[in-house]
């Protein structure tokens, strides 16, 4: 036991968990940074079944997170840029798309379906349900769509 109460067998877990949540961070925000930290806790595991000092394992946890994201951040997105790779939730792959209102868009908000995926939306005007749109603007996780017209598909 440790200084907080915590069992070995409870620091493992911890760790575990901690590197497993970050990994599902990183799964969902695509932008390099939480995978860093999942090393790290990775890392802290193994430093617990050697049965090294939980102090220790908390300073290497954050300078070994800190130094692996200074060091390959603005690498893996350099190398993953020049493969064409773009995080799933960048402007680029959602403006221009086509898709359709699934909650009707009233009073300037509603809700639409673009390339599978439920977007909280606006508009400048009122849209029905099943109407087609096209995506002018993304702005954190809403969408701005007009209603699709046949020019819009040149």
Same mark, same amino acid.
């Given at each position: 036991?440790?200084?907080?109460?915590?069992?070995?067998?409870?620091?493992?877990?911890?760790? #575990?968990?901690?590197?497993?949540?970050?990994?599902?961070?990183?799964?969902?925000?695509?932008?390099?940074?939480a995978?860093?930290?999942?090393? %790290? %806790?990775? =890392? %802290?595991?193994?430093l617990?079944?050697?049965? =090294? %000092?939980?102090?220790?394992?908390?300073?290497?946890?954050?300078?070994?997170?800190?130094?692996?994201?200074?060091?390959?951040?603005?690498? #893996?997105?350099?190398?993953?840029?020049?493969?064409?790779?773009?995080?799933?939730?960048?402007?680029?792959?959602?403006?221009?798309?086509?898709?359709?209102?699934?909650? #009707?868009?009233?009073?300037?908000?509603?809700? =639409?379906?673009?390339?599978?995926?439920d977007?909280?939306?606006?508009?400048?005007?009122?849209?029905?349900?099943?109407?087609?749109v096209?995506?002018? #603007?993304?702005n954190?996780?809403?969408?701005?769509?007009?209603?699709?017209?046949?020019?819009?598909?040149?």
């Open positions: 036991m440790n200084g907080l109460g915590l069992t070995p067998t409870m620091l493992l877990w911890i760790w #575990a968990g901690l590197a497993a949540l970050f990994l599902v961070i990183e799964l969902f925000t695509t932008q390099l940074v995978i860093w930290f999942a090393v %790290s %806790s990775v =890392v %802290s595991l193994g617990q079944v050697c049965h =090294v %000092s939980l102090t220790v394992q908390l300073i290497q946890f954050l300078v070994t997170g800190i130094i692996l994201g200074i060091i390959f951040h603005p690498l #893996a997105k350099h190398l993953l840029q020049r493969r064409g790779y773009q995080p799933l939730n960048t402007a680029e792959t959602v403006i221009g798309k086509h898709g359709r209102v699934t909650t #009707a868009i009233k009073d300037g908000t509603g809700r =639409v379906m673009v390339a599978g995926d977007w909280k939306a606006t508009a400048d005007q009122d849209l029905p349900v099943g109407c087609q096209t995506v002018t #603007a993304l954190g996780v809403t969408v701005t769509v007009k209603k699709f017209k046949q020019e819009d598909n040149k």
